[in-house]
Nanobody
């Protein structure tokens, strides 16, 4: 199982980025896919997930209304559209897949991880 996150970069405050997470197999093999981020000196935090069975989504409070998670079953991809980015969004962003239905936004609830992609929000 391989996941790959991409799409990071340097953007000014208020800017937007779209992260992509692609999988080596069918994305429907998983119960859910989540996005996490880790800033220097901080713990990895879950920020959003999407359920592969019913398409339901969830967000951490600090990104609600700014970030949108979506999926493309044909492309085997999950996306994270990030709008109105703030300097505090600067972090390495990771995607992960859950192999069981008991998941939410905890890092230990996910089984497969991709490498991270750096997002830097700075003027």
């Amino acid at each position: 199982v391989q996941l790959q996150a991409s799409g990071g970069g340097l953007v000014p405050p208020g800017g937007s980025l779209r992260l992509s997470c692609t999988t080596s197999g069918s994305i429907l093999d998983y119960y859910g896919v989540g996005w996490f981020r880790q800033a220097p000196g901080k713990e990895r935090e879950g920020i959003s997930y999407i359920d592969m069975t019913d398409g339901s989504t969830g967000y951490e409070d600090s990104v609600k209304g700014r970030f949108t998670i979506s999926r493309d079953n044909v492309e085997n991809a999950v996306y994270l559209q990030m709008n109105n980015l703030k300097p505090e969004d600067t972090a390495v962003y990771y995607c992960a897949a859950a192999a069981t239905p008991n998941y939410y936004l905890g890092a230990d609830e996910y089984d497969y991880w991709g490498q991270g992609t750096q997002v830097t929000v700075s003027s």
